[in-house]
């Protein structure tokens, strides 16, 4: 009986931890599927783009719990990648300098890993630019896991370096508790800055795993694994 009750827990356990993504909406398969020139020549795609702020001073190499030196200028700050077939991807995290940030993006080429980045769609309606994409939480409403939920983000092309106030807009995602993400940080609008970067030659956006959806069986097999 004991070894029943504790197969029984580790059942659970798996159960309450497995992925989950959730299902594309219709407008997002047809963004998806349409693969024309996107960007209308108002987007520079030969880089990348993100936030720039006046101070970082990040400690590194820490010992005793205490930095050894500084960083006050980094390299890229939550990197916005678009691409001219509609897609786009968001990586939430600060790179100091450019050899961190082109290792992680050698790790990334083949996208079909769900848990690599946050993939999505774009358009652009005159000036305003829409994006909608999968962004990772590990708890919601109190269940342990990976979800990949849908959000909505907005923002306004200024011109092809500038794109203003860049935040999450409703609907909001169905989360009420994200242990590694703080949703009131991303309805906080940001301007993002472009950066030339070799993003082409770093990361193939026909291998992220957003285009399973695509295909019919991609739509149809069960999303929870």
Not at 107 to 130: C, F, H, L, M, P
Not at 168 to 183: G, K, M, S, T
Request: charged letters at 25%; aromatic letters at 14%; glycine letters at 6%.
């Amino acid at each position: 009986m004991k070894t029943i009750g504790y197969n029984l827990i580790i059942f659970l356990i798996v159960i309450s931890c497995r992925s989950y993504v959730e299902q594309p909406s219709q407008k997002f398969s047809a963004l998806l599927k349409n693969t024309e020139s996107r960007s209308k020549g108002k987007l520079n795609l030969e880089g990348v783009y993100h936030q720039i702020k006046s101070s970082y001073h990040l400690g590194l190499d820490y010992k005793d719990g205490k930095p050894t030196r500084y960083v006050d200028k980094v390299y890229l700050d939550y990197p916005v990648f678009f691409f001219d077939n509609g897609l786009m991807a968001y990586n939430e995290h600060i790179y100091i300098d450019s050899a961190g940030f082109n290792r992680d993006m050698s790790y990334a080429r083949s996208q079909q890993d769900v848990y690599t980045n946050d993939w999505g769609v774009y358009e652009i309606k005159e000036d305003t630019i829409k994006a909608t994409l999968y962004c990772s939480f590990s708890y919601v409403k109190g269940i342990y896991g990976t979800r990949r939920l849908l959000c909505n983000f907005e923002g306004i092309i200024h011109n092809r370096d500038t794109i203003y106030q860049w935040k999450l807009v409703p609907p909001y995602p169905d989360v009420i508790e994200a242990a590694n993400r703080d949703v009131d940080v991303l309805k906080t609008a940001r301007d993002l800055y472009f950066k030339s970067v070799p993003i082409k030659q770093l990361i193939n956006p026909e291998m992220a795993w957003i285009n399973e959806f695509k295909n019919e069986s991609g739509q149809s097999r069960k999303r929870e694994k």
